[in-house]
């Protein structure tokens, strides 16, 4: 039997930040994930700085092996509609590819790893948790995504009632002549909107890599959309005409509209598995990431007595940062709620200032910053 002080399931974001800023406070923490790394993960990779920041990335070194898209504007719209360019005068984001980023921080964050196993087993012992009839730990840290086992084990109805955002994203490396042909330019990322504003598609380019994707409300005839989607794109010429249709689908919760359980006696759940994403624009890395580190906080103030009294300060932090949950609509999520109409869609001041600067950005939100 091996022994850890935490043992976190799922090596994303949520549960590498997690595992960092534990490693850093001296707990011997074990990440178990199914997947083997490098893995990839279904996203359109674009991260925000304050991401960067809350995790003191280095961006030189980062991007001297890894792809590091800087972004300074956006190409926004309506699909079929009228197309804005709102340009800032320095780097706003990034565009990463998740099976570079991921393994970079699971990496750097020094826990003790278990890829290639998934979570099967989880029993109550004296004290604590015994996993997989191998490892024994006081603290369960569920950072498993949207269909995180430990989030099921804590009572969540996955897929059954939770009102999800469903979403289907291709990326793919360009050969020399699609990069010749596709007019969507790596520092400007284009965002266009549904009709009926229960979603939107998005086109990144990364270097060599192009990422296509759409996500909507609930999962009806979303490949009815991403193929409006894709035709609209390739009308326009964005993008180029033999690009592969491949594309995968997956879903996640957003903050407020679906509400899991976030914390049990010896367990908690971090990220996609806690339902975190931001509501207007369905971001899910930086929750993920300040969700990690404030449930290692929390940890450590709780000085080994996991009981669902001493996790009760990461829920508290949960709110604080992103907000009480009021209630939450059952099987129709308000996807882009604050959007009045797609007339402001062509506005200058609202793309910039509250889509683009607000919902996307979160710009009046100061990075989440550690001791
Ligand atoms: C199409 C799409 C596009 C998106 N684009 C963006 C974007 O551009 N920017 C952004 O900020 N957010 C985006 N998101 C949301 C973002 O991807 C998620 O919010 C984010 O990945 C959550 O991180 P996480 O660490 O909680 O979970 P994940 O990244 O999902 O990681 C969970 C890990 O748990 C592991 N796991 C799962 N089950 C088990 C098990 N049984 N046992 C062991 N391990 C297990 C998985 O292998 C995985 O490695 C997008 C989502 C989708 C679906």
């Given at each position: 039997?091996?022994?850890?002080?935490?043992?976190?399931?799922?090596?994303?974001?949520?549960?590498?930040?997690?595992?960092?800023?534990?490693?850093?406070?001296?707990?011997?923490?074990?990440?178990?994930?199914?997947?083997?790394?490098?893995?990839?993960?279904?996203?359109?990779?674009?991260?925000?700085?304050?991401?960067?920041?809350?995790?003191?990335?280095?961006?030189?070194?980062?991007?001297?092996?890894?792809?590091?898209?800087?972004?300074?504007?956006?190409?926004?719209?309506?699909?079929?509609?009228?197309?804005l360019q709102t340009r800032y005068p320095s780097t706003v984001s990034y565009g990463i590819r998740r099976c570079e980023l991921d393994d970079y921080l699971l990496?750097?964050?020094?826990?003790?790893?278990?890829?290639?196993?998934?979570?099967?087993?989880?029993?109550?012992?004296?004290?604590?948790?015994?996993?997989?009839?191998?490892?024994?730990?006081?603290?369960?840290?569920?950072?498993?995504?949207?269909?995180?086992?430990?989030?099921?084990?804590?009572?969540?109805?996955?897929g059954a009632s939770e009102p999800i955002i469903a979403a289907k994203e291709i990326?793919?490396?360009m050969s020399p002549a699609q990069q010749g042909i596709c007019q969507v330019q790596g520092d400007t990322p284009e965002l266009y909107f549904c009709q009926d504003l229960k979603g939107y598609?998005?086109?990144?380019?990364?270097?060599?890599?192009?990422n296509i994707g759409l996500g909507r409300e609930g999962n009806a005839h979303l490949s009815e959309h991403l193929k409006t989607f894709c035709d609209f794109l390739k009308q326009r010429g964005r993008i180029p005409q033999d690009t592969p249709e491949n594309f995968h689908g997956h879903a996640y919760l957003l903050y407020g509209h679906a509400?899991?359980?976030?914390?049990?006696?010896?367990?908690?759940?971090?990220g996609d598995a806690a339902g975190l994403a931001y509501p207007q624009s369905g971001e899910g890395i930086r929750p993920a990431v300040?969700?990690?580190?404030?449930?290692?906080?929390?940890?450590?103030?709780?000085?080994?007595?996991?009981?669902?009294?001493?996790l009760l300060p990461y829920t508290r932090q949960l709110v604080s940062r992103f907000g009480p949950v009021v209630a939450p609509?059952?099987?129709?999520?308000?996807?882009?709620?604050?959007?009045?109409?797609?007339?402001?869609?062509?506005?200058?001041?609202?793309t910039r200032h509250i889509l683009l600067d607000?919902?996307?950005?979160?710009k009046h939100q100061a990075s989440l910053q550690v001791a």
């Open positions: 039997m091996e022994n850890c002080d935490v043992l976190i399931i799922g090596g994303g974001p949520a549960g590498s930040s997690c595992a960092w800023r534990l490693r850093e406070q001296g707990l011997d923490v074990m990440v178990m994930d199914k997947s083997e790394f490098p893995r990839d993960k279904i996203c359109a990779g674009w991260v925000t700085p304050a991401v960067l920041d809350a995790l003191r990335f280095d961006t030189e070194s980062y991007a001297q092996h890894h792809v590091l898209q800087a972004i300074t504007a956006f190409r926004t719209g309506l699909i079929n509609g009228r197309e990496k750097r964050s020094g826990a003790r790893l278990r890829l290639g196993e998934a979570l099967n087993s989880l029993k109550r012992s004296s004290n604590g948790w015994i996993v997989n009839d191998a490892i024994s730990t006081p603290l369960v840290i569920g950072a498993g995504g949207h269909f995180c086992p430990v989030a099921r084990f804590m009572g969540a109805e996955l990326e793919f490396e598609g998005w086109c990144f380019r990364k270097g060599r890599y192009l509400v899991r359980k976030q914390i049990d006696d010896g367990m908690l759940l971090i300040e969700s990690g580190l404030m449930a290692a906080d929390t940890t450590m103030q709780a000085e080994g007595d996991y009981s669902l009294e001493q609509s059952r099987g129709k999520p308000d996807f882009l709620r604050n959007i009045l109409s797609g007339v402001l869609l062509n506005n200058k001041v609202f607000r919902w996307f950005l979160h």
